[in-house]
C-alpha cells in the first residue's frame, strides 16, 4: 500500500516537472527559472525507486522537455547578449514612467520603416465598388461612420462606367491596331509598338495594352538572347490558366 | 545596346521590382532579382543601393535564416537609412498612441527574449491606454506585421519588425529617454474630440 502511494506520488512529481517545462516553452517565461541540475537529480531518483517500463516512457519525455529547456537557456541567452542584457523589469518600469511622446522619441530613433509604392487601376476600384455593394445591410441601417447617399452612388456609378467604357475603347482600338501590324509577321516589337513621340501616349499605350495581355487578347514572347520582347496577338480572347507578372521598365527601354 | 545602357536598364528594373509592391506584403525574394537581373543580381543591387543612399533610402536584406545566409531565399527591401522626426510622424499614416503603443509592445517583447504574453503586454498599455484602445493597436501592430500572436496568447516578432527595426537601438533608447511634460498636439486634440 505504502509502495503504490510513493509511486504515484513520483508519477505526480514527474507530471509536474513535464508541465513546468511546458509551460515556460509556450509561455516564453524565464527559462533560467527552473534548476536543471536539481530535476534531473530527482529524475534520477524516482527512476531508481521505480524501475519498471511505465517510468522509463515518462522518464524519457522529461528528458526531452528538459533539453528543450536547455535549448530555450541558449536561445534566451544570445537574445539577452543581443540587448545587451537589459532587465525585462527595468524595461517595463521605464516603459510605465516615460510618457508616450517620449516612447514614441525613443521608438523612432531606431525605426527605418519600407519604403514601397502601391498602385490602384479603375478596373480594381470598379471591383471594390461592386464587392461593397453586394456586401449584406447591417441589421439596422448605419447609424455611425461614412455613408453612401443615394446621389454619391449614382455618380460613382456613373464615373466608373464612364471610366471603363473609355479603357474598353481604347483596347479596341489597340487591338485592331496591332492585328494590323502583325499581319503577315510573326508578332511585333513590344517597344516599337508602344512608342510614341510623346511620354504620355507612350505610357498609356502600355498601360492599355497591359490589360489586353492580362485579358488574353495577346500573348507576350520574351527572347533573353536577344534581349527581345514580341507582341502576338490572338484572334479572340483565350483564358488565362497559369498567370505570371511581367516587369517592364518604361523608362529603362522607352526610345 | 552598350554596356552602360545595359546598366541603367538593370538598375530601373530592379527599382521597380523593388519599390512596387507585385505580392500581398512588399519586398522581393532573391530568385525574383536573380530571373529578371541575371546571376550577378548582387552587384545590381550594390550599384542601386549606392544611387539610393544619396536619396535617404537603403536596400535592405533579411536572411529567412540567419545561421544559413542563402541570398537567394532572402528577401530584399527599400527603407529609410534616416531616423524619422515627430513632425514626419505626424502627417503619416501613423498615430502617435498606435506608434507609442507598438513601441512599447515591442520593447517588452525583445526584454523578454523575444516572446511574452499578450495579457503582461496589455498590463503595461493599460497604464497608458483605455483597455479597447490597448487591444485595437495591438491588433493593428499584428495586421501590419509588426506583431505575430499564438493560439496561446503569447506574441512574438513579427517580419516587419525584423526588417525595420534595430532592437538594440529601442532597448537603449527608452533606457535613455527622459520624461516630458505632455503637451497636446492639435492633431491629437482633434482625435480625441472625435473618438
Partial sequence: MSNKIVKKYSREEIERIISICENIEKRGLDPFSVDVKELLFKLRKMLGENPDLEYYLLDAETIYRIATIIALQHKWLTEKAKSLFIDSQLISSRLTILDKKSIVQAFLKAWRPIISISQL????????????????????????????TDRELELSKIYLEKEREEIEEKMKNLYSELIERAKEKDGVDYWEFISKPSINETYDRAYILSFLISEGYVEVKKNPLKNELRLIPNNQKVPRRNTTSLVISLAGGAR | MSSEERISRKLMIAATMLFFKSHRSPGVRGWELKNRLGKNYMKVLELLNHKLNDLGLQIKTVFEDESNQDLDRARFYITLTHSLTMS???????????????????????????????????????????????????????????INKTEDDILTVGWRTRVELDQRELLKAILEAQPQQEKKTEKEIQEEKQE
Avoid: N
Avoid at chain 2, 95 to 117: C, M, N, P, Q, Y
Fill in chain 1, 121 to 148: 487601376t479603375p478596373q480594381r476600384l470598379h471591383y471594390g465598388l461592386e464587392h461593397f455593394l453586394r456586401l449584406p445591410p447591417r441589421r439596422d441601417e448605419r447609424k455611425y461612420g461614412w455613408k453612401f
Fill in chain 2, 88 to 146: 514626419d510622424l505626424v502627417t503619416s499614416d501613423y498615430r502617435i498612441d498606435e506608434v507609442a503603443a507598438l513601441a512599447i509592445a515591442l520593447s517588452l517583447i525583445f526584454s523578454r527574449g523575444g516572446k511574452t504574453s499578450l495579457r503582461d503586454v496589455l498590463e503595461v498599455l493599460e497604464t497608458k491606454f483605455p483597455k479597447w484602445k490597448a487591444e485595437t493597436y495591438i491588433e493593428r501592430a499584428i495586421r501590419r506585421g509588426y
